[in-house]
């Protein structure tokens, strides 16, 4: 079975510092990858994605991951965080057709 | 557009009651799948159904049951409600050719 490893699990910056969010994943075959934000008391909202091609990917609000896949890495990226961008940060993995395994979460404080 | 459908957004039961969490799935999605989010936890995968037949399961408790119908929305059902049950529990739906879920907002269930 895949995993998911989220190596920080609390992250503290100040507006305008730049955020690396690391993620390890287990499998070594095709891989379908995920991060996914969720603000305090709301659902989860799809960051970015990797299926296939090229292994920087651009999502919403500024946010970028690279895949690595020699180092089996999904790292998440954004040059100049907001106070905005306070929430809990998840990455995922879809392993088969029906399952999406998540990381622990990192809990990102922005400070104004 | 239109987005999942969970219902309800709060639920308050006893102990040893029972609850029943609705997931109106994206149109023309055909794919559904239940996780539950503990307090300060990443979200554990409990069970998936593609077009009506479960097709994975997580660590989905005996005392829960779930089914997709014929419209493709998803009920979980939980009897015999525990404390430890209290958690968010989120629904998440995708058509099977692209692998991407979107997940509605959440039950958040409190068992008193």
């Known amino acids: 079975a895949q995993s998911v490893s989220q190596h920080n699990h609390h992250v503290i910056l100040s507006e305008a510092a730049s955020l690396e969010l690391g993620c390890n994943y287990s499998y070594g075959g095709t891989v379908n990858l995920f991060w996914y934000v969720q603000y305090p008391g709301q659902h989860l909202q799809l960051l970015l994605k990797y299926f296939s091609g090229d292994p920087l990917v651009k999502g919403i609000k500024g946010f970028e991951a690279e895949f690595i896949k020699s180092k089996f890495s999904f790292n998440l990226r954004k040059p100049s965080v907001q106070w905005s961008d306070t929430a809990e940060y998840f990455c995922a993995v879809k392993q088969g057709t029906y399952k999406y395994i998540f990381g622990t979460g990192t809990r990102l404080k922005v400070l104004a | 557009a239109a987005g999942v459908i969970q219902s309800p957004r709060h639920l308050i039961k006893e102990k040893r009651e029972t609850a029943t969490l609705k997931c109106y799935p994206i149109p023309r999605h055909d794919t559904v799948y239940w996780y539950q989010q503990g307090p300060g936890q990443d979200p554990q995968f409990l069970i998936s159904?593609?077009?009506?037949?479960?097709?994975d399961k997580g660590s989905i408790p005996d005392r829960f049951s779930a089914q997709q119908f014929s419209d493709y929305h998803s009920e979980l059902n939980m009897s015999s409600l525990e404390l430890g049950d209290s958690a968010l529990y989120f629904c998440?739906?995708?058509?099977?050719?692209?692998?991407?879920?979107?997940f509605g907002q959440g039950t958040r269930l409190t068992v008193v």
């Open positions: 159904f593609y077009e009506k037949m479960q097709s």
């Open positions: 998440a739906s995708s058509n099977r050719g692209h692998h991407e879920a979107f």
